[in-house]
């Protein structure tokens, strides 16, 4: 098992290397200069078809509001509390630019992810609109690459019972028990309850839940983190000018602080803010899929919006609490950091129940919006009949997540590795398929009133 266990740290150090981190920013910055930064500058557009697009009864299975809430669900979660700390800790307050810079970039990758969803989405048996880079590279490129999409689909299942089950449901359980004394199974079992109560629904009931839940848990943790702000609102121009200065400069070890290189800033900036937004993998576009959206271009510009409310937005807060509470000093990493900087932040205790609380109900929702990505990995290569069982395996790993024993860095390297190898596929379609996504942009763009009324 350790000579496993060495082997896939050995491709992990490949796969989330240097050439991996140039792929997946080049891509983004290639799509941004494409698109002649539409996503970044159609931004409040955005977020007009999102209102428009709570009730929907154009061809689709769950409104393009729930569609975006279901990816959120999966993409906001331990990323944006112990991912944005770790960050941090390994690379400086400097990394929290490089993530900036990749979620900027990542927006016009979640765009153009989306737009193919749609454009190449398929009917399965069931009547349900399946779509994501699996079909996209199928029906896109032809069948001569569908290789290519069933190695992506291998990946995404077989990621979803790490990074969307066992990992997030251990992060639950750890957090429950240390702020409230909760044991570990307990947490498993009652987890594994209620996502066997969402999946019976299918993807309508998963679309409701995360509708409903995903903007009151963001609202939550986010208004927390706004009053820390607040409080400490002479510190952050300070925190501002650390940003920017440490990404382009060592930073010199401080207090429990290690130091870091520039590259570390980078490296780490990047890698972590893929991890969390997750533009490039390929996992939301499964979820944009299903909307009921009878343009791509429309779900385009409504998914982009989950790079920027998921980077800059919440993982913002995070970063910015840990640096004006000068946590970031303690030499504390994950969310024992981000932790330490909410208790700092806000007096009485409240800040720790925030992050408790925050990532527990984060950590629920990637589960059930994981389920839905892996579910369909798994339908594309085995079918419709593989639906039911996959779910009744996916509950019952739930729990297993929570058990001791766990090696839980081992878990995250597995996942992490096989999020990687997603991404390859992904990002390999995304620019041979970028001519559609561009034309398609193009032409919408020309006389978007065009479609608003249909």
């Not at 740290?9 to 490949?14: E, L, P």
């Not at 251990?170 to 957090?175: Q, T």
């Not at 848990?217 to 002479?234: K, R």
Request: hydrophobic letters at 55%; a positive charge; aromatic letters at 12%.
């Amino acid at each position: 098992m350790e000579a496993i266990i060495s082997l896939i740290g050995d491709i992990n150090g490949v796969v989330w290397g240097p050439a991996m981190l140039a792929l997946l920013a080049g891509t983004g910055l290639y799509l941004t200069l494409g698109l002649k930064l539409i996503p970044q500058r159609k931004l409040f557009y955005g977020f007009s078809m999102l209102w428009r697009g709570r009730k929907s009864t154009e061809e689709g299975d769950i409104s393009p509001f729930n569609a975006l809430m279901t990816a959120l669900s999966a993409t906001v979660g331990t990323g944006n509390i112990a991912g944005v700390a770790t960050a941090i800790f390994f690379g400086g307050p400097g990394a929290l630019f490089w993530m900036w810079v990749i979620a900027l970039v990542g927006m016009a990758t979640k765009f153009a992810e989306a737009v193919l969803a749609v454009r190449f989405r398929e009917k399965d048996a069931l009547g349900n609109h399946v779509g994501g880079p699996m079909y996209y590279i199928k029906n896109g490129l032809g069948t001569k690459w569908k290789w290519l999409g069933i190695l992506f689909a291998i990946f995404g299942m077989l990621a979803g019972f790490g990074i969307g089950n066992t990992i997030q449901s251990n992060s639950v359980a750890d957090a429950l028990s240390s702020s409230f004394g909760i044991p570990p199974l307990v947490t498993g079992i009652i987890i594994a309850v209620l996502v066997a109560l969402v999946l019976l629904g299918g993807i309508k009931r998963i679309g409701e839940v995360a509708g409903r839940l995903v903007p009151i848990m963001a609202l939550f943790y986010v208004g927390g983190g706004l009053i820390i702000l607040i409080m400490h609102f002479d510190r952050i121009p300070a925190a501002f000018g650390d940003i920017l200065y440490y990404a382009f400069n060592p930073a010199a070890a401080a207090g429990g602080f290690a130091g870091a290189t520039v590259w570390a800033a980078m490296r780490f900036g990047i890698a972590r803010g893929v991890f969390s937004n997750e533009a490039g993998l390929g996992s939301a576009p499964i979820a944009h899929a299903a909307a009921q959206t009878n343009n791509p271009i429309r779900q385009g510009t409504v998914a982009m919006l989950g790079t920027f409310i998921d980077t800059i937005i919440i993982c913002s807060i995070t970063g910015l609490v840990i640096m004006v509470t000068g946590a970031w000093q303690s030499g504390e990493n994950g969310a024992p950091l981000s932790a330490l900087a909410f208790s700092q932040g806000l007096p009485g205790g409240w800040g720790q129940y925030i992050v408790s609380i925050g990532l527990a109900v984060f950590a629920f929702t990637t589960i059930i919006g994981w389920s839905f990505y892996s579910e369909k990995c798994t339908q594309f290569l085995f079918g419709e009949r593989s639906n039911v069982p996959f779910r009744v395996l996916w509950i019952i790993a739930v729990p297993l997540g929570t058990l001791p024993g766990i090696d839980l860095g081992s878990l995250w390297l597995v996942a992490d590795t096989l999020n990687a190898m997603m991404a390859i596929p992904n990002l390999i379609a995304l620019l041979l398929l970028s001519p559609v996504v561009f034309r398609l942009t193009r032409d919408y763009f020309k006389d978007p009133a065009n479609y608003l009324n249909k």
